[in-house]
C-alpha cells in the first residue's frame, strides 16, 4: 500500500517525538513534504510544514495511537510535548504557531549538523527580529520623551539594543536554556556566549512578531525594555564610560594606557560581530564581543576594571 500521511506540524521537535512514538509502537514512519513517498524528510520553506506518514495499512493505527498521546481543551488539541512552556511563562506570551518559537531558538550549528535539510537556523528572523526591535525602541523614545534631541534619543536607543543589553534580557528570562544549538557549539559553551544570546532574543522578538504582530511585540519588549529605556534617559547617556574610567584608573597607577584591538570577527559583512581585547603592557585585561567595535570596547574595558579590582 502506498503511504499515508497521518500526523503534520512545523515542529521539528515534535516530528521527533511522532515518529519516535510510533516506532516504540512498531510502525514504521517517516517524513515526507509534497510527495508521500520521499525518503528525506524535508520542511517546505523555512516556514513550512513537515508531515508525517505510515504505509497505509497501519495509517488507522498510527493515527489512535497519536490521538491516545493528545489532550484535549474544549475544541483545541494541545501539542503532545511542549518542551517551551516554561520560556512561554517567562516571556508572557504564548505562541499560536509554536513552531516559530523553535525556529528563533534554532542555531546554525544545530541545522548544519542535520542532513535532511530540513531543519531552518534562526538567523533571518534575527534580520527581522533587529528591525522589529529598532521601531518599538524608536516609537518608545518618540512618545515618551518628544522634548529630547535626536542625539540624546540615539544614545538611548544605541543602549537599549547593544549585545550586551539584549544577552542580559535573554539570561533574565533563561532563553540559553531553550537553545537547540549543535554538538560543537554545545562544547564550547554557546548557551552562555553573549552575541549567540542577544541573537537569539532578536529572533524571538521576530517570532513574537510573526505570530502576533506588532502590538504583541510591542508589549512583549515595553515590558522587557521598559525599565532600561527609563535608565537610559535618566543618565541621558549611553551608559557609564568604561574606556574612560579604565584609562584614568591606569594614569593613576603609573602604567601605560589602553590598546583595543580586534582579536576575530565573523559573520556576513551586514552582520558582523567583533571579538575585542583591552591589552596594557603586553597583557590581555578584557575579551568582550559586539555587533560594533566600540560596543564590544566598552565592555573589554569594563571587565579590565573588574580584573583590576579583584587583582588589588
Do not use: C
Not at 544545530?110 to 534562526?122: I, K, T
Not at 591589552?279 to 590581555?284: A, K, P, Q, R, Y
Request: aromatic share 6%; net charge negative.
Amino acid at each position: 500500500m502506498e503511504p499515508v500521511v497521518v500526523f503534520t506540524t512545523r515542529s521539528d521537535i515534535e516530528a521527533s517525538v511522532v515518529t519516535a512514538l510510533l516506532d516504540s509502537r512498531g510502525i514504521v514512519s517517516f517524513r515526507v513534504t509534497g510527495n508521500p513517498q520521499a525518503l528525506w524528510p524535508m520542511a517546505m520553506s523555512p516556514l513550512g510544514e513537515i508531515r508525517i506518514a505510515v504505509p497505509g495499512g497501519d495509517a488507522d493505527e498510527a493515527r489512535r495511537i497519536i490521538e491516545s498521546h493528545r489532550e484535549d481543551v474544549g475544541t483545541r488539541v494541545i501539542r503532545l510535548r511542549d518542551e517551551f512552556d516554561d520560556l512561554q511563562q517567562r516571556i508572557g506570551y504564548r505562541f499560536k504557531d509554536r513552531g516559530l518559537l523553535e525556529h528563533a531558538l534554532t542555531h546554525r550549528s544545530r541545522a548544519a549538523e542535520d542532513v535532511s535539510g530540513g531543519v531552518y537556523d534562526n538567523e533571518s528572523l534575527e534580520f527581522l527580529g533587529d528591525a522589529v526591535l529598532g521601531l518599538v525602541v524608536a516609537e518608545a523614545l518618540f512618545r515618551r520623551y518628544p522634548d529630547s534631541s535626536e542625539g540624546q534619543k540615539s544614545k538611548i536607543k544605541a543602549a537599549v539594543v547593544s549585545t550586551q543589553s539584549l544577552a542580559r534580557h535573554a539570561e533574565g528570562i533563561r532563553l540559553g536554556e531553550h537553545l537547540l544549538l549543535g554538538r560543537g557549539e554545545e562544547k564550547t559553551g554557546g548557551r552562555f556566549k553573549q552575541a549567540l544570546l542577544a541573537d537569539a532574543y532578536e529572533a524571538l522578538i521576530a517570532a513574537v512578531y510573526l505570530d502576533g504582530g506588532l502590538p504583541a511585540a510591542a508589549t512583549f519588549l515595553e515590558r522587557e525594555l521598559g525599565a532600561a529605556i527609563a535608565a537610559g534617559a535618566h543618565q541621558d547617556a549611553v551608559g557609564p564610560d568604561y574606556k574612560s574610567a579604565l584609562q584614568e584608573r591606569l594614569q593613576a597607577s603609573g602604567r601605560g594606557l589602553p590598546e583595543y584591538r580586534v582579536a576575530s570577527q565573523s559573520g556576513p559583512d551586514h552582520r558582523k560581530i567583533f571579538t575585542i581585547e583591552v591589552v596594557v603592557s603586553g597583557e590581555i585585561l578584557g575579551t568582550a564581543t559586539g555587533k560594533a567595535k566600540k560596543e564590544a570596547e566598552q565592555e573589554a574595558a569594563r571587565l579590565a576594571l573588574l580584573q583590576l579590582q579583584t587583582s588589588n
